[in-house]
C-alpha cells in the first residue's frame, strides 16, 4: 500500500498540478475546457428563455444536445467525455494528498470541494455518456420522478429534506468561495499581467455567484417538495432558471445570471490553463 501511495506523492510532487501525471493533467484541463463550453451554452440556452425564444432547457443536458447538433460536436464531446472523467481523478487525487500549499481547516475544506467538483465533473460525463449511447432520450427521467420515487421511500420526505439541505449547503460553500476569492489560491497566475489576474477574479467571482443562486434554488425547489410531500416542486437547473425567471424583475434577472453562468465558463478556460489544484 505505501508503493503506490509514495509513487502518487512523487508524480503529484514533480507534476505541475496535483494531478496524478502528466497525461491526467493534460486531459483534466481539456475537461475543463468542456466544463466551461457547456456553461457557455448553457447561459446561452437561458438567454433564449429569458427572452421567448424557445429552444433546449438550459440546463446541461439541453446544452449537451446542443452542442451534439454542431458540426463536430459529437467528437468534441467524445473528447471531452475523457478530459471530464480525467480532472474528475485528478480531483480525487488533490482531495486525498493535495493542496500542499494550504493547512488545516482551509486545507479540509479545499478537499472537500475537490470532491464535489469531482462528482460534478463525473455527473456531466455520464450525461455527455448517456448522451453519446442512446440511453439518454427526450421521456429521460426527470427530477419530478426522481423525486416522486423518493417520496415513496419509508423516510422519503426526510432523504429528500436532507438533500435539500446539501444542495443549499454547497450553494452556501460556493457564495464564500465567490465572496472570499478563495479560488484564486487553486491558479498559479504569478506570471500573468496585473490586468489579466483581476479579469479571472471577477469572472471567478460572478460566476460562482451566479451558479450559487441556481443551486440554492434547486435546492429551495426540494425542500418545498420535501415539506409538501409534492414531487411537482422539484427540479433541476432548468426548473430552477425559469423559476427565476418568473419572479418579479423576471427575465432580467435569468438575463443576469446566464451573464454569470457565461462568466464561469470563461473562468473555466483560465483555470483550464493556471489550475495547480
Known amino acids: 500500500m505505501a508503493g503506490p501511495l509514495a509513487r502518487l506523492r512523487r508524480l503529484v510532487r514533480e507534476g ?4 496524478p501525471g502528466q497525461v491526467v493533467d ?3 484541463r481539456i475537461g475543463l475546457v468542456g466544463y466551461g463550453v457547456v456553461h457557455l451554452v448553457v447561459a446561452w440556452l437561458a438567454l433564449q428563455v429569458a ?3 424557445p429552444d433546449a432547457p438550459p440546463d446541461a443536458a439541453g446544452a ?3 452542442i451534439a447538433r454542431t458540426p463536430g460536436g459529437v467528437f468534441a464531446l467524445a473528447v471531452a467525455v475523457v478530459g471530464l472523467v480525467a480532472f474528475a481523478v485528478w480531483q480525487v487525487t488533490a482531495a486525498a494528498i493535495g493542496f500542499r500549499w494550504v493547512h488545516g481547516n482551509e486545507r479540509m475544506r479545499k478537499r472537500v470541494g475537490a470532491i464535489a467538483k469531482s462528482i460534478a465533473m463525473s455527473g456531466l460525463a455520464g450525461i455527455v455518456i448517456e448522451y453519446l449511447t442512446g440511453i439518454r ?3 429521460g427521467t426527470t427530477v419530478q420522478q426522481l423525486a416522486a420515487h423518493v417520496l415513496e421511500l419509508p423516510a422519503g420526505r426526510v432523504l429528500l429534506g436532507l438533500a ?3 444542495l443549499i449547503g454547497i450553494a452556501a460553500a460556493m457564495t464564500y468561495t465567490g465572496v472570499r476569492r478563495t479560488f484564486m489560491g487553486d491558479l498559479d497566475v504569478r506570471r500573468l499581467a496585473p490586468g489579466v ?3 479571472i477574479e471577477v469572472v471567478g467571482v460572478v460566476g460562482h455567484l451566479a451558479r450559487a443562486l441556481a443551486i440554492g434554488v434547486v435546492g429551495g425547489l426540494a425542500a418545498a417538495a420535501a415539506l409538501s410531500a409534492d414531487p411537482g ?3 433541476g437547473l432548468d426548473t430552477a432558471l425559469r423559476a427565476l425567471g418568473s419572479t418579479g424583475v423576471g427575465s432580467w434577472l435569468l438575463a443576469v445570471v446566464a451573464a454569470g453562468f457565461a462568466a464561469f465558463g470563461l473562468f473555466c478556460m483560465a483555470d483550464a490553463a493556471t489550475r495547480r489544484a
Open 16 to 19: 505541475r498540478s496535483d494531478a
Open 26 to 28: 493534460g486531459l483534466g
Open 51 to 53: 427572452f421567448g425564444v
Open 64 to 66: 449537451v444536445g446542443t
Open 137 to 139: 432520450t427526450a421521456n
Open 164 to 166: 435539500a439541505v446539501v
Open 197 to 199: 489576474r483581476n479579469a
Open 233 to 235: 416542486w422539484a427540479g
